[in-house]
């Protein structure tokens, strides 16, 4: 009974210490910069795309890998590898699948907040033509810059804005060249036990075709525990407001990520 007695207060104080833990887990993800090594696997579906009403399936491997590169200073590395399967997509063009292009970027990031609570990041983004069909990507190579600036408040919330360019330097010269420009403004509401909400735009905007991409997402997502392996669960839907051409009307959204904090 003494043994108990001294036990109950330990066994009482482990779902407030996880909730806390979920909670400052939670906040780190909604911060595209922070310290945290984390592996987003993004399920995504597209509807209704092109003449023939095509579907485009893709899974993007999202690794974002932090290194402390001075007392000051971080090295966020964050890179996506798109696999995709597409149906009809341009006309009636059969079925594609395999690897789209690679999009790496490394952030220079401090490792304390601004005086007024904004934290900040810049570097380059590159665009690796390794799309293993003509369908899935560029066939370009690209470079550009790359920032993003958030702040995140005591009452959970996060907004802020991630965007970038990339312009062709080589490639395939019958392909077209590549000057785009991303934008995505997000804002997300965090809730305790690791829970959040999530708004975003992953705006883009074609310069040489003068036309723009605009879907909006809307996200729920948890941190959760799988036996000792932290992660996170979300899912979501979007609509896009325009799209270039006859391009897709709605979508869905489901990302597991793995967490690895302290790494």
Known sequence: MKRLCLMLPMILAAPVAWSQEADELAKQLSNPVASLISVPLQYNVDFNIGSEDGTRHFLNIQPVIPTS????WNLITRVIAPVVYQDDVFGNSGSQFGLGDITPTFFLSPKQPTTGGWI????????LPTATDDLLGAEKWGIGPSAVVLKQTKAGWTYGVLANHIWSVAGEDDRADVSSTFLQPFLTKGFPGGRTLSFNFESSYDRKGDAWNVPMNIG???????GNQL???????????????????????????LLYPGK
């Not at 590169?69 to 000051?72: A, N, P, T």
């Open 69 to 72: 590169i001075s007392q000051d």
């Open 231 to 257: 992660l996170s669960l979300q899912g979501g839907v979007r609509y896009y407001f325009e799209t270039p051409g006859d391009g897709p009307d709605w979508g869905v959204r489901f990302a597991l990520t």
């Open 220 to 226: 729920y997502s948890k941190v959760m525990k799988a």
């Open 120 to 127: 900040w990041a810049v570097g380059p983004v590159f665009l």
